[in-house]
């Protein structure tokens, strides 16, 4: 069973530039999550989805961070403008509402350095 | 914040020693799981402990969980340089939004 892949791995941005980071979930997961990591701290919530639903985007900063899952699979998180306080890794996971739902399988994530 | 200890704190151990991490809450949940990070890797559970376990053993792993005082421990027994990670305690918040810890360093040399 594959696991959940992002890319891109690394991106390196000059501060107001934007990004996209793009995440593929493990076949069959319909819940997908996306969590900022800033250098030595844990994970932090951004947003997740039910299939192509929003359930909680409480922790996404909304005037420059988005992110969508519009066929309940795939999904995009972007930042507009980044800032250099956005350097962090991002990470993407997803679990089984059906199943376990407690255990959410993580991406390798991507670095971003804004510069 | 819903955790006690904020800072990330670092272990460094000799291979074979046995090692204890451990972790409070502040709110209330009905599960904690452990997470280990190898570097440049994403999070992998390793273990799920609920409120009504009070221990749970996986292979080399123990986790304890105490609701009175709202906090976890990991232990692993006779640790590798394998075992050489970043180690992450994390609840459930409302629906399942989980909710990690600093985490603890972990450095198992040979």
């Known amino acids: 069973e594959a696991g959940v892949t992002q890319s891109p791995r690394y991106a390196v941005l000059q501060e107001g530039q934007a990004v996209s980071f793009w995440c593929d979930p493990i076949s069959g997961h319909d819940t997908l999550y996306w969590y900022q990591q800033p250098r030595d701290q844990g994970p932090q919530l951004l947003v997740y989805?039910?299939?192509?639903?929003?359930?909680?985007n409480s922790q996404l900063p909304s005037d420059r961070f988005s992110a969508v899952r519009p066929k309940g699979t795939n999904s995009t998180l972007k930042i507009q403008s980044a800032k250099q306080g956005d350097t962090a890794t991002y990470l993407c996971?997803?679990?089984?509402?059906?199943?376990?739902?407690?255990?959410?399988?993580f991406g390798p994530g991507t670095r971003l350095l804004v510069l | 914040s819903q955790w006690g200890e904020e800072n990330l704190q670092a272990l460094s151990i000799q291979e074979g020693e046995d090692v204890t991490m451990n972790c409070s809450y502040k709110?209330?949940?009905?599960?904690v799981q452990w997470y280990r990070q190898k570097s440049g890797k994403g999070p992998a559970q390793l273990i799920l402990i609920r409120s009504n376990e009070r221990e749970k053993r996986s292979g080399r792993l123990r986790a304890t969980l105490d609701t009175s005082s709202q906090s976890s421990s990991l232990s692993i027994t006779g640790t590798l340089a394998t075992d050489t990670a970043v180690y992450f305690c994390?609840?459930?918040?409302?629906?399942?939004?989980?909710?990690f810890g600093q985490g603890t360093i972990l450095k198992v040399y040979l």
């Open positions: 989805f039910r299939d192509e639903a929003v359930i909680d």
């Open positions: 709110t209330y949940t009905t599960v």
């Open positions: 996971a997803s679990s089984f509402a059906g199943g376990n739902q407690d255990t959410q399988y």
């Open positions: 994390a609840t459930t918040s409302s629906g399942q939004k989980l909710v």
